[in-house]
């Protein structure tokens, strides 16, 4: 997976972003707690994005956010070990314990949150991912058909389910499982090439 | 990423379906369960999980309030008087961890479905310039002794030994070869109370070894084992 070509200087503060959170993780395996907070400065505002975009509620959200940066500093030292980009493991932390949230929420639970403000334009952390990440999955998901790729979409960034994929396309459960399972593996081909 | 080859489709779908949470509960924790079995299919998750990260560049960032950082910090970082805070170190995921986050996580690393160890003591192995660091702890009443690469690797072509020191003893004695990143040796009985209040050190050797009963290689990183 190759790192995302920008040209000169750009790339390299968005290196040493990924290279000194990595650093800062593996420090704090060690109980290192001004590198927990350099951790949490750096990339909160990407993380709770993430929350807010799959619960759609402050309260939760933000308890979403503690509950990812608690496990984030209890599992350092896993992180290290298996040798991923920073963002990946944080970002997946925050999207699956947001996501366990959401699931658990009870169906009568009233939600009146006032909407989140959208911080305008891109920001260091999108910069750290951008440079980080290969960026294939945006061109492989506009090779499939738009409602399929919106499906990906809403599966991975709004926690959506088979039943509201389903409902929101109108279509049948086990016809969105097929899209869905289809597109899948027509995107992993695409990633391949 | 590895070629579409590499797996059946049926697995590409669903470890697909797994990374966007869309199984249900009980095929999710049999994914999970798969998971901690098959490296083949750790990475595939990976790869998954890795390829969708970008999808991320979409979603604003938002400034969480004060109060979070505040509490977060009110939860990890009490009990300043003691010296080591007792961590979860290859435990079972909580009640409040899903097997989706605590597989995701495990997934990042060789899962070894070992029992919980409870540690008495521990060492942090760290070479002077902080290029190897292995974290080690010991379960006395099990004789266990779990060790976390968590930085650094063997040189190219040598492999990691780990030797205990004891203070009076002729020389160091080989507890065995660091071959995985996150590993459980049991320590033989006659060493075991040499270890308590020995030092680890860790040595680059041949592969498979040093073959002399004492390092031949460079003593790379040292740490004194202290009681928890």
Request: charged content about 25%; aromatic content about 6%; some cysteine.
């Amino acid at each position: 997976m190759g790192l995302h070509a920008c040209p000169g200087k750009a790339m390299t503060v968005q290196m040493a972003n990924r290279e000194s959170i990595e650093n800062d993780i593996a420090r704090m395996a060690l109980n290192d707690r001004a590198a927990f907070q350099r951790v949490y400065h750096a990339t909160s505002g990407k993380l709770f994005g993430i929350c807010l975009r799959v619960l759609d509620h402050r309260a939760e959200a933000e308890d979403a956010l503690q509950e990812t940066y608690v496990k984030i500093w209890k599992n350092a030292d896993r992180y290290a070990a298996g040798g991923y980009s920073p963002i990946t493991w944080l970002a997946t932390i925050a999207r699956n314990t947001a996501i366990d949230k959401l699931r658990a929420r009870k169906i009568t639970s009233d939600i009146n949150d006032a909407p989140h403000l959208a911080a305008p334009g891109p920001t260091p952390e999108a910069a750290v991912i951008a440079a980080s990440e290969s960026r294939q999955i945006v061109n492989c998901l506009e090779e499939l058909d738009a409602d399929k790729a919106g499906a990906v979409r809403g599966a991975y960034l709004d926690g959506k389910s088979y039943q509201d994929l389903a409902d929101y396309y109108t279509v049948p459960l086990n016809t969105m499982r097929t899209w869905l399972r289809r597109s899948l593996i027509a995107l992993r081909e695409c990633l391949a090439r | 990423m590895t070629g579409a080859q590499d797996h059946i489709p049926d697995d590409i779908a669903t470890a697909g379906e797994y990374v966007l949470r869309l199984l249900s509960a009980e095929d999710e924790a049999a994914f999970a369960a798969r998971l901690r079995e098959e490296p083949d299919l750790r990475r595939l998750v990976s790869e998954w999980e890795q390829a969708l990260v970008p999808l991320f560049e979409s979603v604003s960032d938002v400034v969480p309030p004060d109060r979070v950082l505040s509490r977060i910090e009110a939860d990890i970082f009490k009990d300043t008087a003691q010296p080591a805070k007792r961590r979860r170190w290859f435990g079972l995921p909580t009640a409040l961890v899903s097997m989706a986050v605590a597989a995701a996580i495990a997934a990042f690393v060789i899962f070894n479905p070992v029992a919980t160890q409870a540690p008495t003591h521990r060492a942090e192995i760290i070479a002077e310039d902080n290029s190897l660091i292995i974290r080690a702890q010991y379960d006395a009443e099990a004789g266990t002794l779990d060790l976390a690469r968590i930085a650094g690797n063997a040189p190219t072509g040598r492999v990691l030994e780990l030797w205990l020191i004891e203070e009076g003893a002729p020389g160091p004695v080989s507890l065995g070869v660091i071959d995985d990143a996150e590993m459980r040796l049991t320590v033989p009985e006659d060493l075991r109370t040499a270890l308590r209040q020995g030092t680890l050190a860790v040595s680059e050797e041949p592969p498979g070894g040093s073959t002399t009963g004492a390092p031949t290689g460079a003593v790379l990183a040292l740490g004194p084992v202290v009681e928890l």
